[in-house]
């Protein structure tokens, strides 16, 4: 199974440009969200998700859209890249928020230059 | 608010001895998941704790809950080399879909 996957691995943005970070996942789960993980701050949630057309934020949403369109796919929008985005991208699924197991993917390092 | 705290934030150890992770959250929580995660890696899903009480154990390492005190520990039992990760715990909310995790404790075990 290929459970949680995003693309891109690596990417180098400059200051300004708009770029998405894929996320899919094939395990039928409702529930999906972002995280970002910087040093020594561990993962801050970004925006969520419980099922396709529902969305949310979560602690850190300003600079970034989300959309659920499919149960599979959940992309990361960033609008107009700053610096301060710079981190490792992780995104996650749950069939649903009661208590299962929730799968990370492998994460999305981006640079902002 | 859910404010999630861990403590130690590093811990080095030698192998063969015993030594406990705490984990406090803030407010109620009724589900607390322990997360594994090495360098440059993804995170790899430990325990997943849903009442009070609760415990489990998976070899060396065994975590429980006790939802009163709004406290999670990660005993590590008998530690080796390739306990060394970063271990966070995180509580999600009672009422939403929001999970909120601790700072990470960077574990190293020493022969």
């Known amino acids: 199974n290929a459970g949680v996957t995003q693309t891109p691995k690596f990417q180098v943005l400059k200051t300004g440009q708009s770029m998405t970070l894929q996320c899919a996942q094939d395990m039928n789960h409702e529930y999906m969200s972002w995280y970002r993980q910087d040093p020594g701050m561990g993962l801050r949630l970004i925006h969520y998700s419980v099922g396709a057309g529902i969305t949310d934020q979560g602690e850190v949403p300003n600079g970034y859209n989300v959309s659920r369109s499919t149960t599979e796919d959940f992309p990361l929008r960033l609008l107009s890249a700053a610096p301060s985005q710079t981190s490792v991208y992780f995104c996650?699924?749950?069939?649903?928020?009661?208590?299962?197991?929730?799968?990370f993917g492998e994460g999305s390092w981006l640079t902002v230059v | 608010e859910l404010k999630v705290e861990q403590n130690p934030l590093f811990l080095s150890m030698q192998e063969g001895k015993n030594y406990t992770i705490y984990c406090n959250y803030s407010t109620t929580s009724d589900r607390l998941y322990w997360y594994r995660q090495d360098p440059g890696k993804s995170l790899e899903s430990l325990f997943v704790?849903?009442?009070?009480?609760a415990v489990k154990q998976e070899g060396r390492l065994m975590a429980s809950l006790d939802t009163k005190a709004r406290l999670s520990t990660l005993h590590i039992t008998a530690a080796v080399h390739d306990l060394s990760a970063t271990y966070f715990c995180?509580?999600?909310?009672?009422?939403?879909?929001?999970?909120?995790f601790g700072e990470g404790t960077q574990l190293t075990v020493n022969p």
């Open positions: 996650a699924s749950s069939y649903d928020f009661s208590g299962n197991t929730i799968y």
């Open positions: 704790l849903l009442s009070n009480g």
């Open positions: 995180a509580a999600g909310e009672t009422s939403g879909s929001r999970l909120t």
